[in-house]
């Protein structure tokens, strides 16, 4: 219950439009951005994916930052930056792998925006695309339950169009197992995350353990025969070493070799367990914002985990 409250205290903060732009105003809360965020452009950005690649063999999603955005002049900031950064991955000969938030390029104001917006920037992927080795998608983030099922049509959309994308799916939810196993038939690119949100528990479970207990079902049903079969491609997206263990044993006990799948992790997160896993011969990818919009972001990071709560109290006294 208390993970529930603090989880809702931050996301109304991180939505808070007043308090964002009194807060990026400032630098006070530099050295919390700093963690969490690249930099303020696509060349930040960049910088850092070709860091991670140089250093650690760590391949990157880019996301230019923005999320529920309801100003046309910000959806189109975000569209030029994804195009943008998509082309200079290409020229990097780094993975084209661009992160995208459905509400930040339409999905908030206008459905026919978005799916414009979104054909764009996958056909643009698309013609990028780069050597077989590489992972080259549109990868759908997904935002809070209420959007669950536009953001699905919206991937499946993309998919039958022949694009490449990859989409977002939410331990949290009870309805994932069923999404999932449709997605291992047709078959998909699936990133697996636990879920930053919350909602009532008629559709999600709400402890850590049921969440957790879930993952661990997903991730069974993710590795199963039948979806390395039908060329289904697993994305574990957690921080949790548990988890990992668990994914890594079920790849080897139903053959799937490394190369085949990927574990992704936020930037900022658990740096030492990427690396770990890098060293293990995983591929392994961090998801890599930039922009100047970075509150909504990085406060969303602090209420995933009350722990972190140190982290913002040190960016303040800092």
Same mark, same amino acid.
């Given at each position: 219950?208390?993970?529930?409250?603090? !989880?809702?205290?931050?996301?109304?903060?991180?939505?808070? #439009?007043?308090?964002?732009?009194?807060?990026? #105003?400032?630098?006070? +809360?530099?050295?919390?951005?700093?963690?969490? &965020?690249?930099?303020?452009?696509?060349?930040?950005?960049?910088?850092?994916?070709? $860091?991670?690649?140089?250093? $650690?063999?760590?391949?990157?999603?880019?996301?230019?930052?923005?999320?529920? &955005?309801?100003?046309?002049?910000?959806?189109?900031?975000?569209?030029?930056?994804?195009?943008? &950064?998509?082309g200079e +991955?290409?020229?990097?000969?780094?993975?084209?792998?661009v992160s995208?938030?459905?509400?930040?390029?339409?999905?908030? +104001?206008? $459905?026919?925006? *978005?799916?414009?917006?979104? $054909?764009?920037?996958? /056909?643009?992927?698309?013609?990028?695309?780069?050597?077989? #080795?590489?992972?080259?998608?549109?990868?759908?983030?997904?935002?809070?339950?209420? &959007?669950?099922?536009?953001?699905?049509?919206?991937? %499946?959309?993309? !998919?039958?169009?022949?694009?490449?994308?990859?989409?977002?799916?939410?331990?949290?939810?009870?309805?994932?197992?069923?999404?999932?196993?449709?997605?291992?038939?047709?078959?998909?690119?699936?990133?697996?995350?636990?879920?930053?949100?919350?909602?009532?528990?008629?559709?999600?479970?709400?402890?850590?353990?049921?969440?957790?207990?879930?993952?661990?079902?997903?991730? @069974?049903? *993710?590795?199963?025969?039948?979806?390395?079969?039908?060329?289904?491609?697993?994305?574990? /997206?957690?921080? @949790?070493?548990? +988890?990992?263990?668990?994914?890594?044993d079920v790849?080897?006990?139903?053959?799937?070799?490394?190369?085949?799948?990927?574990?992704?992790?936020? *930037?900022?997160?658990?740096? %030492?367990?990427?690396?770990?896993?890098?060293?293990?011969?995983?591929?392994?990818?961090?998801?890599?914002?930039?922009?100047?919009?970075?509150?909504?972001?990085?406060?969303?990071?602090?209420?995933?985990?009350?722990?972190?709560?140190?982290?913002?109290?040190?960016?303040?006294?800092?």
């Amino acid at each position: 219950m208390l993970r529930r409250i603090w !989880q809702s205290v931050m996301i109304a903060l991180a939505r808070s #439009g007043r308090l964002t732009g009194l807060v990026q #105003g400032t630098s006070v +809360l530099a050295s919390l951005s700093r963690r969490y &965020v690249a930099g303020g452009d696509a060349a930040a950005g960049m910088r850092r994916a070709r $860091d991670l690649a140089a250093a $650690d063999g760590i391949r990157a999603s880019l996301f230019f930052l923005g999320e529920y &955005v309801e100003d046309r002049g910000k959806i189109a900031e975000a569209v030029e930056n994804k195009l943008a &950064v998509a082309g200079e +991955l290409a020229e990097a000969g780094l993975d084209i792998h661009v992160s995208v938030d459905p509400t930040q390029i339409g999905g908030s +104001l206008d $459905d026919a925006l *978005m799916d414009a917006n979104a $054909d764009a920037i996958a /056909a643009r992927i698309g013609v990028l695309a780069g050597p077989p #080795g590489g992972v080259h998608c549109m990868m759908i983030d997904m935002e809070d339950h209420s &959007v669950v099922d536009k953001t699905i049509a919206l991937h %499946d959309r993309l !998919q039958a169009a022949g694009y490449p994308v990859a989409l977002t799916l939410q331990a949290y939810l009870r309805r994932t197992e069923a999404d999932i196993a449709r997605l291992v038939e047709r078959p998909s690119r699936v990133r697996l995350v636990k879920g930053a949100f919350v909602a009532a528990g008629d559709i999600a479970f709400t402890s850590q353990a049921e969440i957790k207990a879930n993952y661990r079902r997903l991730i @069974d049903l *993710m590795f199963s025969p039948a979806a390395r079969a039908s060329g289904f491609y697993p994305i574990i /997206a957690t921080h @949790d070493d548990r +988890l990992h263990a668990h994914a890594r044993d079920v790849a080897r006990r139903n053959g799937w070799p490394e190369g085949t799948y990927e574990f992704e992790m936020l *930037m900022g997160v658990r740096g %030492d367990v990427a690396g770990a896993l890098a060293a293990a011969g995983e591929r392994v990818r961090l998801y890599v914002p930039f922009g100047r919009d970075w509150w909504p972001y990085a406060i969303r990071r602090i209420g995933e985990n009350p722990r972190n709560a140190l982290l913002l109290a040190r960016s303040l006294v800092s």
